[in-house]
């Protein structure tokens, strides 16, 4: 496994939650990182993008000024901070490490996948 999704959860509408993305076996400091979401019965969407230092990022309206994404290149690590979560928040989230040096929000651009971790917001 070359990334590890990590930090999902059940938590109620308001709540936040960080979501963690490990890389093993290889180093992505030099690649553009992701997060895409499925939500039930939906197809796959973008979430966030950030390029490999982090000076770059992009976000889906839906999470705009709720999801922050960062990345700490001497941790192999990206994240994803959510706040102020909604019920349609609820998916599997997954990270992925673009061929590009900066993210996007083209699943096409994106070589390697995570496993995914499911986020669960209550009413």
């Known amino acids: 496994v070359q990334l590890q999704a990590s930090g999902g959860g059940l938590v109620q509408t308001g709540g936040s939650l960080r979501l963690s993305c490990a890389a093993s076996?290889?180093?992505?400091?030099?690649?553009?990182m992701g997060w895409f979401r499925r939500a039930p019965g939906k197809e796959r969407e973008f979430v966030a993008a950030?390029?490999?230092?982090?000076?770059?990022?992009s976000y889906a309206e839906s999470v705009k000024g709720r999801f922050t994404i960062s990345r700490d290149n001497a941790k192999n690590t990206t994240y994803l901070q959510m706040n102020s979560l909604k019920t349609v928040d609820t998916a599997v989230y997954y990270c992925?490490?673009?061929?590009?040096?900066?993210?996007?929000?083209?699943?096409?651009?994106?070589?390697?996948w995570g496993q995914g971790t499911l986020v669960t917001v209550s009413s």
């Open positions: 950030i390029s490999w230092n982090g000076g770059v990022t």
């Open positions: 076996a290889r180093t992505f400091s030099n690649n553009g």
């Open positions: 992925a490490a673009s061929r590009y040096a900066v993210g996007s929000s083209q699943p096409g651009h994106y070589t390697t």
